[in-house]
């Protein structure tokens, strides 16, 4: 998405470590107009799929998560992090190696909100490894809900794990995908 691209060159800041930060319009500051274009691109690209539910995972995905979801007009249900009084009964759980913080955490989701008649699109900010969609999918499979694919803002395609979800016949669509990504020069490259 060529917006997305625009904006990510214009106010994406590169840091070691592989860390791209899109702070000021993404998922700190978020730009609202720009959020509800990509709902709305992501609404094309499914079509015709019958979403029920937009699954992401907190705090980050909500975002783009809701101008997702108003587009296909279900909830956006998300991931809890950890457990909370809020959560009572049974819950769905998963677990998540986090990139950015680099330690494991639990997701849990309750199983209120998601059901075997659901069709489910997951939603995030970034894909790096796959390892925060690994854990959605897994929750998706415990509920016995149907997957119709994972929407992502930006893949750091470099770090692999959007095309090994692909190949296990995953259907990934990114609104914008990184190739290369220099931290020295600040340079990125997008996969045309
Ligand atoms: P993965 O699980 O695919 O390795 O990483 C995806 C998760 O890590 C996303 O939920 C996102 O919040 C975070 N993440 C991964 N890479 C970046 C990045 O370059 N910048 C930011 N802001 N978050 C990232």
């Known amino acids: 998405m060529q917006l997305l691209e625009e904006r990510i060159i214009k106010d994406g800041k590169v840091f070691s470590g592989n860390v791209l930060k899109v702070d000021s319009f993404l998922n700190h500051q978020i730009d609202v107009e720009l959020l509800d274009k990509m709902g709305e691109e992501i609404k094309n690209l499914f079509n015709g799929v019958n979403i029920t539910k937009v699954l992401t995972i907190e705090a980050s995905g909500i975002g783009v998560g809701c101008m997702v979801a108003n587009h296909f007009k279900c909830p956006l249900l998300f991931a809890k992090k950890s457990k909370t009084l809020n959560i009572k009964g049974d819950v769905y759980t998963s677990k998540v190696e986090s990139f950015t913080h680099q330690c494991t955490y639990d997701i849990i989701v309750s199983k209120d909100f998601l059901k075997e008649n659901d069709t489910v699109l997951i939603v995030d ?8 969609l690994i854990g959605l999918i897994d929750i998706v499979n415990q509920a016995g809900a149907k997957l119709a694919g994972c929407a992502i803002a930006i893949e750091k395609g470099y770090q692999g794990g959007g095309d090994k979800l692909r190949a296990q016949g995953v259907r990934v669509e990114s609104m914008a995908i990184i190739d290369e990504m220099d931290d020295t020069t600040g340079n990125i ?3 045309k």
Do not use: I, M, P
Request: aromatic letters at 18%; charged letters at 25%.
């Open 189 to 191: 490259v997008f996969r």
């Open 125 to 132: 900010d970034f894909l790096a490894k796959g390892n925060a």
